[in-house]
């Protein structure tokens, strides 16, 4: 059989994309999210602050997925310094953290954030040893009649 080439038809059918995210992205995906349209489909993502509960980076919430506030938990307990702290560990909340006497910081800040990922932004070590080192208890020194230096109980 021989074909002819003025025969040979190609069909070419375009179809139009529909944009599943134009009704809303909380309609669509849920609360605190973000709705990505792809050629044929879409993906969901959450917004800072909030993370998937099947702890995936994208997802489709027909499965039951949806985006819970980040909880850091309470921020760590640091060697040689003491916190100020509000209870709340969500992202963006802080914590303010002091040397203890006879040490001295060795970050540059004293105030550090619970991150969008959950984790609270704190380096291992805070504060280090002076110099001089801890203070002590020093006795009591006293000048007798003599000029003399003697310790006084």
């Known amino acids: 059989m021989k074909v002819r080439p003025e025969a040979v038809v190609f069909v070419l059918s375009v179809t139009a994309d529909k944009d599943e995210c134009q009704i ?22 959450c ?14 919430p027909n499965d039951g997925t949806n985006c819970v506030e980040v909880d850091c938990g309470p921020p760590p307990a640091r060697p040689h310094s003491y916190m100020l702290w509000d209870d709340l560990s969500n992202s963006g909340s802080h914590v303010l953290y002091h040397c203890d006497s006879g040490f001295e910081r060795v970050e540059t800040r004293d105030v550090f954030y619970c991150n969008a990922t959950g984790q609270w932004d704190i380096p ?24 003399h230096i003697v310790q006084r109980d």
């Open 24 to 45: 809303g992205s909380v309609k669509i995906c849920g609360q605190h999210t973000t709705c990505h349209n792809t050629y044929g489909s879409y993906f969901c993502t």
């Open 124 to 147: 291992l070590v805070l504060c280090k040893g002076c110099l001089w080192g801890a203070p002590f208890a020093a006795p009591y020194w006293l000048l007798d009649r003599g000029n």
């Open 47 to 60: 917004l800072p602050g909030y993370s998937p509960s099947n702890n995936m980076a994208t997802f489709i």
